[in-house]
């Protein structure tokens, strides 16, 4: 069966970077979308970032967009989030999550089929 690890977390200050690895094993990643979501302490999960399983079509959060890019790379069976320009508010456990979804992704974590364990991202002066 599928299983995905998330990795790449850590503490770094305002305005920095950090780049959030999806490492896929069991199966491939080629036919599904996968999903980045987050949580912080006291708040729902919300959805991050997206991408559908061709790569062609993405989508992200309001509060993510111009800082926050997501690509995959089929043949390494793995999907990134690259954050940019961090904020405080971006503080929060990260989770990677696949579906099985051909054309597009949905920024919601109804009806994922599969869930990698959290990184957690901590961004503090």
């Known amino acids: 069966q599928l299983q995905l690890v998330g990795s790449g977390g850590g503490l770094v200050q305002p305005g920095g970077s950090l780049r959030l690895s999806c490492a896929a094993s069991?199966?491939?990643?080629?036919?599904?979308?996968i999903g980045w979501f987050r949580q912080a302490p006291g708040k729902e999960r919300e959805g991050v970032s997206c991408?559908?399983?061709?790569?062609?079509?993405?989508a992200y959060t309001n509060s993510v967009k111009g800082r926050f890019t997501i690509s995959r790379d089929n043949a390494k069976n793995t999907v990134y989030l690259q954050m940019n320009s961090l904020k405080p508010e971006d503080t929060a456990v990260y989770y990677c999550?696949?579906?099985?979804?051909?054309?597009?992704?949905?920024?919601?974590?109804?009806?994922?089929?599969?869930w990698g364990n959290g990184t957690l991202v901590t961004v503090s002066s």
């Open positions: 991408i559908s399983s061709s790569g062609g079509y993405a």
């Open positions: 999550a696949a579906k099985r979804l051909l054309r597009l992704c949905v920024l919601s974590d109804e009806g994922m089929d599969f």
């Open positions: 069991g199966s491939t990643l080629d036919k599904y979308s």
